[in-house]
T-cell receptor, first 113, second 115 residues
Framework: GNSVTQMEGPVTLSEEAFLTINCTYT??????LFWYVQYPGEGLQLLLKATKADDKGSNKGFEATYRKETTSFHLEKGSVQVSDSAVYFCALIRGSTLGRLYFGRGTQLTVWP | GAVVSQHPSWVICKSGTSVKIECRSL??????MFWYRQFPKQSLMLMATSNEGSKATYEQGVEKDKFLINHASLTLSTLTVTSAHPEDSSFYIC???????????FGSGTQLSVL
């Protein structure tokens, strides 16, 4: 079946620290991979995506590379800010049905000044 | 950007009562809406897909008679948890898909606690 495994949080960092949130997946075929972010009191927002192997998604200083050989899509940022404090969800879609997402459990990130 | 409004943000109810959660697309028409739930320390899981004017499609293991979904208009979908029990306590999130641009927008979620 399809599933996403995310590293367990919470993650607490100081401002300007390097961030990695691990995400691995199980899926048949060639899924599209996503990272969503949920800021306090708001809905999930698409942060970045990659649709095929070796693609790198990037946005707001965050990056993730679609690694088919390791079935991974780890999220990284070189220098986090307090405003990056949020919950981050890794997700995949099989096929083209946008909306039928398989999510991980989410990782709470807190950045201290 | 497009906004999806979900209400209430949290609700506490007694066991055996019913609870309704609303999901509205505020500035676009959503032909399809999705309902997810997340139990503590578990993944966010898709419960059902609803298309405006037709019956919802439920994922395996989700009781359609317990989780009633109505999508009567292009801007509103409701999820009613009937005869709620403590094991239904969870975080419920809706999402709405735009028709033309094929984008997906999420509500902020509803935390349901059944006593």
């Amino acid at each position: 079946g399809n599933s996403v495994t995310q590293m367990e949080g919470p993650v607490t960092l100081s401002e300007e620290a390097f961030l990695t949130i691990n995400c691995t997946y199980t899926a048949t075929g060639y899924p599209s991979l996503f990272w969503y972010v949920q800021y306090p009191g708001e809905g999930l927002q698409l942060l970045l995506k990659a649709t095929k192997a070796d693609d790198k998604g990037s946005n707001k200083g965050f990056e993730a590379t679609y690694r088919k050989e390791t079935t991974s899509f780890h999220l990284e940022k070189g220098s986090v800010q307090v405003s990056d404090s949020a919950v981050y969800f890794c997700a995949l879609i099989r096929g083209s049905t946008l909306g039928r997402l398989y999510f991980g459990r989410g990782t709470q990130l807190t950045v201290w000044p | 950007g497009a906004v999806v409004s979900q209400h209430p943000s949290w609700v506490i109810c007694k066991s055996g009562t019913s609870v309704k959660i609303e999901c509205r697309s505020l500035d676009f028409q959503a032909t399809t809406m999705f309902w997810y739930r997340q139990f503590p320390k578990q993944s966010l899981m898709l419960m059902a897909t609803s298309n405006e004017g037709s019956k919802a499609t439920y994922e395996q293991g989700v009781e359609k008679d317990k989780f009633l979904i109505n999508h009567a208009s292009l801007t509103l979908s409701t999820l009613t948890v009937t005869s709620a029990h403590p094991e239904d306590s969870s975080f419920y999130i809706c999402s709405a898909r735009t028709g033309v641009a094929e984008k997906l927008f999420f509500g902020s979620g509803t935390q349901l606690s059944v006593l």
